[in-house]
Each structure stands twice: as C-alpha cells, then as structure tokens.
C-alpha cells in the first residue's frame, strides 16, 4: 500500500539551525505547498539527529539528506 503523504523529518538541533535549517524548513513548507505538491507532505521537526558535521540535515521517507538544499530535497521528494 502507497502512503499519500511523505515524511520529511527536519533535524531542529541547535547546530542544524545555526546552518540554516529554518530557513529550510520555511522555503520547504512553501515549495510544498502548491500544486501539485499541495498536501502531499507532512513535516516533522525533530532533536538532533546526531549528524551535526553534515547540518543541515533531513530526512525523506528513508533517504537521509545531509548538508542540504531546498533543491535537493525537492528533487529526493519527487524521486520517492
Ligand atoms: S543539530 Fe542537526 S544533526 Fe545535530
């Protein structure tokens, strides 16, 4: 069975934030939230996520992004 919504998890830990993980996780939020996109996500804030060298980090589905962009999670998004 196929889930409709995708699981981003976005690591909210102290040193993702100082690299940018907010700012991510805003320009996320509004690339997501048209179509065909549109209520096809579902964002998960989390703690650290023990992988503070590669901040900022994320996580799609089962795919860990690490030092990443609103481009490449994008581009991971429509893979999986
Ligand atoms: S703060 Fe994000 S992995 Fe540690």
């Known amino acids: 069975m196929k889930h409709s919504r ?7 830990g102290s040193d993702c934030k100082k690299e940018g ?3 991510l ?3 996320l939020k509004e690339l997501t939230d048209v179509p065909p996109l549109k ?6 804030k989390t703690k650290c996520m023990d992988m ?14 690490k030092s990443t962009t609103a481009e490449k999670v994008m581009a991971q998004v429509k893979k999986s």
């Open 39 to 44: 209520g096809t996500c579902k964002f998960i």
């Open 21 to 23: 993980a907010k700012k």
């Open 52 to 65: 503070c060298k590669t901040a900022p980090n994320l996580i799609v589905g089962d795919h860990f992004c």
């Open 6 to 12: 995708k699981l981003i998890f976005v690591c909210n």
């Open 25 to 27: 996780y805003k320009e």
